[in-house]
């Protein structure tokens, strides 16, 4: 074992995560050891941890790593990402020393209240839309363009849109297929999602363009969105992205592929479908991961839907003859009833 330890059982843990977690995961979590190892290093130096060996770390180790981030202003988000990572490697390593130290020490567990990130402005997905007639019969821009429209209206995940295949669209019934959903394998299950009219003009120029895109270059590979470079014919992550700048530079807006999702999620609550069927399109498992962190009903349409029941719906007396309305009850008890609401609120 080397001076400094850290990065080779780091190899080790990530050896066996390999291929279980998504590519994009993966390159984060070697950024975070890697970053990690250094502090380490530094604290060592300044003797202020006894070791730079997970397998052999203390609670006060953790705690010297945990104060070091915070004195450098990293977000409680930032933290508690730290701690995850710190928490695998350590148990991989048969060292409980995390969980001793955040019971020795709570008030280093960095407090992160969970809330649901924005959705696409109107204005920017409106924009996309009314850009789709004109524009111009280019690969780049009609394949980019086609793509960040499939990920905005039918709400698929990276992973999902990468391995999707030609015949994954139905242009018949224009509905798409995630075949490769996350979890694929284990808890994840394939579905079925419709492809608004929308999008599909250019969902169809984009398949036109793709069978001579083929015929062009010699390439027969299934993939929708296919790579004539990569072994497997499928573009990566990093490409993706690269094709998504393209439509950002052409408006002037910005995003990224967890926006789009959260966008497809809020318009399909905003038009009052149930929260269920918005699950269900955006293959969650329950009704809590998408309320929690993609799409909720907004307060402004619970306000709007919540007028008035109470007058359709008015308490009931006693013998159960139902009054005139909430009005009419308060009155007979000389109470004004936005005066009562705002006594009990």
Request: glycine share 6%.
């Amino acid at each position: 074992m080397s001076r400094y330890p850290f990065p080779e059982f780091v190899g080790q843990y990530l050896e066996t995560v390999g291929g279980v977690i998504s590519p994009l995961t993966f390159e984060d979590v070697q950024r975070r050891y890697s970053r990690q190892s250094k502090i380490f290093i530094v604290l060592k130096n300044e003797g202020k941890v006894s070791t730079t060996s997970p397998q052999r770390f203390t609670p006060e180790d953790i705690r010297a790593f945990l104060l070091y981030r915070k004195n450098l202003g990293a977000s409680p988000t930032d933290l508690r990402k730290d701690i995850s990572a710190l928490r695998a490697l350590c148990d991989f390593c048969n060292n409980t020393c995390v969980s001793k130290c955040l019971i020795k020490y709570p008030m280093l567990k960095p407090r992160v209240k969970d809330g649901r990130l924005p959705s696409m402005p109107r204005s920017d997905y409106q924009a996309i839309i009314d850009r789709l007639p004109s524009v111009p019969r280019d690969w780049y821009l009609v394949r980019a363009y086609a793509m960040v429209c499939l990920f905005v209206f039918t709400g698929t995940r990276t992973k999902e849109l990468r391995l999707a295949n030609i015949r994954d669209v139905n242009v018949h019934t224009w509905e798409l297929e995630i075949l490769h959903p996350k979890g694929e394998g284990s808890y994840g299950d394939a579905r079925t999602v419709p492809i608004p009219p929308s999008i599909r003009g250019i969902v169809s120029l984009y398949l036109d363009m793709r069978k001579e895109w083929a015929i062009e270059y010699g390439i027969d590979v299934p993939a929708l969105f296919p790579s004539y470079e990569s072994r497997d014919g499928y573009l990566s992550d990093k490409t993706m992205r690269i094709i998504r700048k393209i439509v950002e530079d052409d408006l002037g807006i910005q995003f990224d592929f967890r926006m789009c999702r959260r966008t497809f999620g809020q318009q399909y609550i905003d038009a009052q479908l149930n929260v269920e069927s918005v699950s269900i399109l955006m293959g969650h498992a329950s009704t809590k991961t998408t309320e929690k962190h993609y799409c909720r009903q907004k307060n402004r349409v619970a306000i709007e839907n919540a007028k008035g029941v109470w007058d359709l719906n008015p308490p009931t007396k006693k013998g159960g003859q139902n009054s005139a309305g909430l009005s009419e009850w308060c009155s007979h008890r000389d109470l004004n009833p936005s005066r009562s609401l705002e006594r009990a609120s």
